[in-house]
Every structure is written in C-alpha cells, then in structure tokens.
C-alpha cells in the first residue's frame, strides 16, 4: 500500500484520539478556558477528517 493511505489512517486515528480528549475536557469539572478549548478541539478534529478520508480515496483510485 502507498504511504499516502498509511498517513491518512494514522492521521484519523490521531484525528479521532484529538476529538475524544476534547470531549473529555469539554465535559470534565474543567470550566472557562479548558472547556472552550476542549470544544474547539472537537469542532477542528471534525474538519480535519473528511480531508484525511479524501486523501485516501484519492489515492486508492
């Protein structure tokens, strides 16, 4: 397999690990700035995926 797939797989695992410890500082007992940054966390880990998962079927074609 190509490299490009590899980085796309690693990079959505790193993705999805980005977005669960957002929303487990989002939820915690943290309050103020940790859980507005947590919530950011999650909204760019969302952007980020579909790009990895247009990479991957980009190169895979």
Known sequence: MQP???IGI??????LAF???GWRS????QSG???NAGRL???MGL???PFLWVAI???MS
């Open 4 to 6: 490009q797939i590899w």
């Open 10 to 15: 690693a990079g959505t695992i790193f993705a």
């Open 19 to 21: 977005i669960f410890n």
């Open 26 to 29: 989002s939820r915690g007992d």
């Open 33 to 35: 700035h940790a859980a």
């Open 41 to 43: 966390h999650i909204v």
């Open 47 to 49: 952007v980020f995926l």
């Open 57 to 59: 079927v980009a190169t």
